[in-house]
């Protein structure tokens, strides 16, 4: 699976962005899609992840200004984010996990990230 993120860029303090992560490849094996972010000097850290079956999580400092949601079909996910502040600065990375049978019936599983997209907020 192979992920490319976009959307990022530079917005004013309660200013809105949309982020999108196309997934290629195997994308039927994808089991659950999340959004990551990493401030500098900072470790990365969970924003939002969304199962197969809509199921949401979203870490509290982004619960009612962010939306996760995705597209099973194409493989994609999205991050709408509104009324962002300049703490949300931060390259924010898409990521899937995922599950499949190999030829032997085993499971693999495998976790994969995109390439990261920027996003900086002024005040």
């Known amino acids: 699976v192979q992920l490319q993120a976009s959307g990022g860029g530079l917005v004013q303090a309660e200013g809105s962005l949309r982020l999108s992560c196309a997934a290629s490849?195997?994308?039927?094996?994808?089991?659950?899609m999340g959004w990551y972010r990493q401030a500098p000097g900072k470790e990365r850290e969970l924003v939002a992840s969304?199962?197969?079956?809509?199921?949401?999580n979203y870490v509290e400092f982004v619960e009612g200004r962010f939306a996760i949601s995705r597209d099973n079909a194409k493989g994609t996910v999205f991050l709408q984010m509104n009324s962002l502040k300049p703490e949300d600065t931060a390259v924010y990375y898409c990521?899937?996990?995922?599950?499949?049978?190999?030829?032997?019936?085993?499971?693999?599983?495998?976790?994969?990230w995109g390439q990261g997209t920027l996003v900086t907020v002024s005040s």
């Open positions: 490849g195997r994308i039927s094996s994808i089991k659950v």
């Open positions: 990521k899937a996990e995922t599950m499949y049978y190999n030829d032997y019936g085993e499971p693999v599983v495998a976790n994969y």
């Open positions: 969304i199962t197969g079956d809509g199921r949401t």
